[in-house]
């Protein structure tokens, strides 16, 4: 019988389509940017490829891991893909029952996570970088900001201020001179709890503090994207690849007082502050080889072709030498 593609992952590719519509993840700005590393070997077809594949995990990488399955199953007919993206903490758990080969995340697992899912198999999982993010600091189009450093983002969002910056709650606070929006409140948009990106954020920019009450917890990366492109005084976080023509990234300063754009040469080269890498984790015990599917899978991922798609959803790709070292964890 000729396999179809499941619902969730037709579900995923109509709401990627919608988002394209409307100015969509940072695809055309990053086509015309960034190139693949001319060395990133092409994937090579292998035989007896069939049967069905399950993600679940990472809202940051739901739109990915979609192209990603509907790209292998053009490769392989036989394939049934079913990708769901309700955040990262999702995805040790369905790793762990057994409901998912593939446990997409957009920050490393946890300790706890690790222990229980070495409790259920007796081993570690193993983690397989699939792509580069510049975590993102979004405001509206219109917003006349241009740079914040990192205490100013932490006085933004948290309540802690643990990088000890008073609270800054309006557009002048956080210095912008222009008078129609100096005294304009800000307003906070931000991921839950399940949310990698969430968790991300807060032990990288706030310094493991508490987010303010006013943050506006969004199930989604795209809904946070939206949430600021529809409000002009907002402010939120995701990974670069949900950048859309409503909003604008803005430029963030470390600990060397130098702002930087989250553009692909400054997370190669380290100055953008919030980058980092996005994983899937899977089981694979070790000295056995790992299951067909999964294996061709995270080898298409790591392909010329697999990290094309990474630059067409707006995130950042893999050198040869970083996919080189991917693939040897697969052996």
Partial sequence: MKATLSYRLRQSLAGAGALLALGAPGALWAQA????DPSLKPYTKVEGVAGNLNSVGSDTLNNLMT??????????PNVNVGVEGKGSSTAPPALIA???????????????????????????????????????????????????????????FSKTSKRRLASIGTWGSAGVTDAEWASRPISLYGRNSASGTYGFFKEQVLSKGDFKDTVKEQPGSSSVVMGITEDKNGIGYSGIGYRTSGIKALSIAGDDGVAYEPSYENVKLGKYPIWRPLYVYVARKPGKPMDLLTREFLKFVLSKEGQEIVIKDGFYPLSAEQAAKQLGALE
Wanted: aromatic content about 10%.
């Fill in 67 to 76: 192209f990603w399955a509907e790209a292998f199953r053009k490769v392989y």
């Fill in 98 to 156: 057994g409901t998912a080969q593939l446990g997409p995340m957009s920050r490393a697992m946890k300790k706890t996570e690790i222990t229980e899912f070495e409790g259920t198999y007796g081993y570690k999982p193993t983690q397989v970088t699939v792509s580069l993010d510049s975590l993102a600091v979004f405001v509206n189009k219109d917003n006349p900001l241009q740079s914040l450093n990192l205490a100013q983002v932490d006085a933004i």
């Fill in 33 to 36: 940017q960034i190139q693949v």
